[in-house]
C-alpha cells in the first residue's frame, strides 16, 4: 500500500496476512519517456528522453527543496504531454527546441526565484547551443498590459511574465495553485489573466473566461 506515499495508510497487522508482500522497482523514467515521444511523433525520442530525465535528476539534487517542487513520473508526463502538443502544433521545428520550451513552460512558473539560475545553467548545459524558442501569444501581452491599468496596477515586467506564466501553466495543467505570501499579488495576477483572456475571446486562440470565488469556510469537509 505505499505506506511512505501521503495519504496512505500501513496496513493493521490483521489483514497483512491476507496479502502476498509484492516487490516493487522504480520505474526507468527515459525507457518510458523514449517510448511516449516516440509516441508523440518526435524522431529523437531515445536521446531526448535522457536528457529530459539528467535534467530532472541534477534538478532535485541542485535546487532548494520545496514541497511544491515534483521531479517524479508527474512531471515526466506533463513535460511530455506539453512536448507532443507543441510537435503537433510545430511539426517542422528542431526537437531539441520543443523538449527545452516544454521543459521551460512546465518548470519555470513553480521554481523560487533562487532556482531559476541554477535551473537555466542545468539546461544551458544539457541543451548547447540551443536556441530557446520565442513563443507567440497573439495579442495577449497587450491585453494584460491594458488591464493592469484598468486594476491600477504598475504592468512591470516581472508581473507581466508571472501572468503569462500562468496562462502557460493553465494551458499543460489540469489544476493547479498560486502560492505565495500575502500581498505577493496573487489575486491581481489571476484577475488580470482573466480580463485579459476575456477580452481575446472573440478571437480563435481563446476563450472567455468565468471565475468563481468560493469561501473554503462555507463547504463542509465530506
Given at each position: 500500500?505505499?505506506?511512505?506515499?501521503?495519504?496512505?495508510?500501513?496496513?493493521?497487522?490483521?489483514?497483512?496476512?491476507?496479502?502476498?508482500?509484492?516487490?516493487?522497482?522504480?520505474?526507468?523514467?527515459?525507457?518510458?519517456?523514449?517510448?511516449m515521444l516516440y509516441s508523440f511523433g518526435f524522431l529523437q525520442g531515445r536521446e531526448l528522453a535522457k536528457k529530459m530525465v539528467t535534467t530532472f535528476t541534477l534538478a532535485s539534487e541542485q535546487l532548494s527543496s520545496q514541497c511544491h517542487y515534483d521531479y517524479g513520473m508527474r512531471?515526466?508526463?506533463?513535460?511530455?504531454?506539453?512536448?507532443?502538443?507543441?510537435?503537433?502544433?510545430?511539426?517542422?521545428?528542431?526537437?531539441?527546441?520543443?523538449?527545452?520550451?516544454?521543459?521551460?513552460?512546465?518548470?519555470?512558473?513553480?521554481?523560487?526565484?533562487?532556482?531559476?539560475?541554477?535551473?537555466?545553467?542545468?539546461?544551458?548545459?544539457?541543451?548547447?547551443?540551443?536556441?530557446?524558442?520565442?513563443?507567440?501569444?497573439?495579442?495577449?501581452?497587450?491585453?494584460?498590459?491594458?488591464?493592469?491599468?484598468?486594476?491600477?496596477?504598475?504592468?512591470?515586467?516581472?508581473?507581466?511574465?508571472?501572468?503569462?506564466?500562468?496562462?502557460?501553466?493553465?494551458?499543460?495543467?489540469?489544476?493547479?495553485?498560486?502560492?505565495?505570501?500575502?500581498?505577493?499579488?496573487?489575486?491581481?495576477?489571476?484577475?488580470?489573466?482573466?480580463?485579459a483572456l476575456s477580452a481575446l475571446g472573440k478571437t480563435d486562440h481563446y476563450e472567455k473566461v468565468h471565475v468563481d470565488c468560493l469561501n473554503p469556510?462555507?463547504?463542509?469537509?465530506?
Amino acid at each position: 500500500m505505499n505506506p511512505g506515499y501521503a495519504g496512505r495508510k500501513e496496513l493493521p497487522d490483521n489483514l497483512v496476512a491476507l496479502f502476498r508482500p509484492v516487490a516493487m522497482m522504480v520505474p526507468d523514467y527515459a525507457m518510458i519517456g523514449e517510448i511516449m515521444l516516440y509516441s508523440f511523433g518526435f524522431l529523437q525520442g531515445r536521446e531526448l528522453a535522457k536528457k529530459m530525465v539528467t535534467t530532472f535528476t541534477l534538478a532535485s539534487e541542485q535546487l532548494s527543496s520545496q514541497c511544491h517542487y515534483d521531479y517524479g513520473m508527474r512531471a515526466v508526463r506533463t513535460v511530455i504531454n506539453n512536448a507532443g502538443i507543441l510537435k503537433n502544433a510545430f511539426p517542422d521545428m528542431d526537437e531539441q527546441q520543443l523538449l527545452l520550451r516544454a521543459l521551460r513552460d512546465v518548470n519555470v512558473p513553480k521554481f523560487l526565484i533562487d532556482d531559476l539560475p541554477l535551473f537555466e545553467n542545468i539546461i544551458i548545459d544539457l541543451f548547447p547551443g540551443v536556441d530557446r524558442p520565442d513563443q507567440k501569444y497573439y495579442g495577449l501581452v497587450e491585453e494584460i498590459r491594458k488591464a493592469c491599468k484598468k486594476f491600477n496596477l504598475e504592468d512591470v515586467e516581472h508581473f507581466v511574465t508571472k501572468t503569462l506564466q500562468l496562462y502557460d501553466t493553465t494551458v499543460v495543467r489540469h489544476g493547479l495553485m498560486i502560492v505565495g505570501p500575502a500581498g505577493a499579488g496573487k489575486t491581481s495576477n489571476y484577475k488580470v489573466l482573466q480580463h485579459a483572456l476575456s477580452a481575446l475571446g472573440k478571437t480563435d486562440h481563446y476563450e472567455k473566461v468565468h471565475v468563481d470565488c468560493l469561501n473554503p469556510k462555507s463547504i463542509t469537509k465530506d
